[in-house]
Nanobody, 124 residues
Framework: QVQLVESGGGSVQAGGSLRLSCAASKSSYSSGCMGWFRQAPGKEREGIAAIGDYGAIRYADSVKGRFTISRDSAKRSLDLQMNNLRPEDTAMYYC??????????????????WGQGTQVTVSS
């Protein structure tokens, strides 16, 4: 079983930046689409950034131009650089990885592994 471990969440003022990281625990995981999702209190979980095996990237409109997703397949890690944060970005952020799909976009059912979540709080 692959475990995803997230780090980098925290509290920041509006306009600030945070960098989230996610590492896969097993060397047997080397490929598959990876993504970041978030869930704010009282709202459904939403996909915000995904990166496929062959470099395809998709961002939600709400974060486009502010967030950057990247991955290091050799290190089995996934990052999310978040700039110009807004109070509406406050949420629990989850890393996700697909075992087989080279591209999964924001289809949460296509992801097999999930991190425990890391809280991001943006104050105005």
């Amino acid at each position: 079983q692959v475990q995803l471990v997230e780090s980098g969440g925290g509290s920041v003022q509006a306009g600030g930046s945070l960098r989230l990281s996610c590492a896969a625990s097993k060397s047997s995981y080397s490929s598959g689409c990876m993504g970041w999702f978030r869930q704010a209190p009282g709202k459904e979980r939403e996909g915000i950034a995904a990166i496929g095996d062959y470099g395809a990237i998709r961002y939600a409109d709400s974060v486009k131009g502010r967030f950057t997703i990247s991955r290091d397949s050799a290190k089995r890690s996934l990052d999310l650089q978040m700039n110009n944060l807004r109070p509406e970005d406050t949420a629990m952020y989850y890393c996700a990885a697909s075992r087989w799909a080279t591209w999964a976009g924001f289809s949460s059912q296509s992801y097999d592994y999930w991190g425990q979540g890391t809280q991001v709080t943006v104050s105005s």
